[in-house]
């Protein structure tokens, strides 16, 4: 499975290439290594002491000076796991763990910066009562749209310098969006217009083609990708 590369200011992006060097565990389960960056324009580099915890359970632990940490997950099984660090946002991931195990870089924004991301959209920071959720399209491309699915929250696309913007209807060639103010719960996004044969990257399977399934939490931005051949 091959997620995000792309790291950019106020976003927590994805992925790399598999493990490759992971080894398997005996009781069934495989490492999901994150490297962990404060991106945004306070501060930049590695982040230590973020909490990497397997959601509703004890299974946690914490970035090292290098911003790594590498936690075990029941291989094969859908699970959601939660970043989260003091003066930053909460960040929650919805994984199904692949055999060889994963490798994830990530950035956390500071709370700050997330508040100027969020009045773009005319949504409150700290979320209340709600969660967000940002997709990823792997490779971006324009022109992509997405639908929650029997659920409601407050649509949003990101413009070519990757702000967000209530006026987009569709993705431009950053290749992202998402949808705010959605209560806690799992919910489903549809990809449409020029996305199309998409599989889940970060994410669970959706019950129809061209989805993907994800938790929200109170609180958290929960971060998807999803990777679709490139339109021609």
Same mark, same amino acid.
């Not at 949504?123 to 971006?140: C, E, F, K, Q, W």
């Not at 990257?201 to 129809?208: A, H, T």
């Given at each position: 499975?091959?997620? =995000?590369?792309? %790291?950019?200011?106020?976003?927590?992006?994805?992925?790399?290439?598999?493990?490759?060097? !992971?080894?398997?565990? $005996?009781?069934?389960?495989? *490492?999901?290594?994150?490297?962990?960056? #404060?991106?945004?324009?306070?501060?930049?580099?590695?982040? +230590?002491?973020?909490?990497?915890?397997?959601?509703?359970?004890?299974?946690?632990?914490?970035? $090292?000076?290098?911003?790594?940490?590498?936690?075990?997950?029941?291989?094969?099984?859908?699970?959601?796991?939660?970043?989260?660090?003091?003066?930053?946002? &909460?960040?929650?991931?919805?994984?199904?763990? /692949?055999? +060889?195990?994963?490798?994830?870089?990530?950035?956390?924004?500071?709370?700050?910066?997330?508040?100027?991301?969020?009045?773009?959209?005319?949504?409150?920071?700290?979320?209340?009562? #709600?969660?967000?959720?940002?997709?990823?399209?792997? *490779? /971006?491309? !324009?022109?992509?749209?997405? +639908?929650?699915?029997?659920?409601?929250?407050?649509?949003?696309?990101?413009?070519?310098?990757?702000?967000? &913007? =209530?006026?987009?209807?569709?993705?431009?060639?950053?290749?992202?969006?998402?949808?705010?103010?959605? #209560? *806690?719960? +799992?919910?489903?996004?549809? %990809?449409?217009?020029?996305?199309?044969?998409?599989?889940?990257?970060?994410?669970?399977?959706?019950?129809?083609?061209? #989805?993907?399934?994800?938790?929200?939490?109170?609180?958290?931005?929960?971060?998807?990708?999803?990777?679709? *051949?490139? /339109?021609?």
């Amino acid at each position: 499975m091959y997620l =995000l590369i792309r %790291l950019l200011c106020g976003l927590a992006l994805l992925v790399l290439p598999t493990i490759g060097c !992971a080894q398997v565990t $005996d009781d069934g389960t495989a *490492p999901l290594a994150v490297a962990v960056a #404060s991106a945004d324009f306070e501060t930049t580099g590695p982040l +230590e002491g973020a909490e990497f915890c397997e959601t509703g359970t004890d299974n946690c632990v914490f970035t $090292d000076a290098t911003g790594l940490a590498i936690l075990e997950l029941p291989i094969g099984l859908e699970v959601g796991c939660t970043l989260k660090k003091e003066g930053h946002g &909460s960040y929650l991931l919805a994984e199904v763990m /692949p055999a +060889e195990g994963e490798r994830y870089a990530f950035s956390m924004s500071t709370h700050n910066h997330l508040a100027g991301q969020f009045q773009r959209i005319d949504s409150p920071y700290p979320m209340r009562l #709600s969660g967000t959720v940002i997709i990823a399209l792997v *490779p /971006p491309f !324009a022109g992509a749209t997405f +639908e929650l699915d029997d659920a409601t929250g407050k649509a949003f696309y990101h413009d070519e310098e990757g702000r967000r &913007s =209530l006026d987009l209807t569709e993705t431009t060639a950053f290749g992202f969006g998402g949808f705010a103010e959605i #209560s *806690p719960g +799992e919910f489903q996004v549809n %990809l449409g217009g020029t996305a199309q044969r998409c599989i889940p990257g970060v994410g669970w399977p959706g019950s129809v083609a061209n #989805s993907v399934r994800f938790p929200i939490r109170e609180g958290y931005i929960t971060n998807v990708s999803i990777t679709c *051949p490139q /339109p021609q």
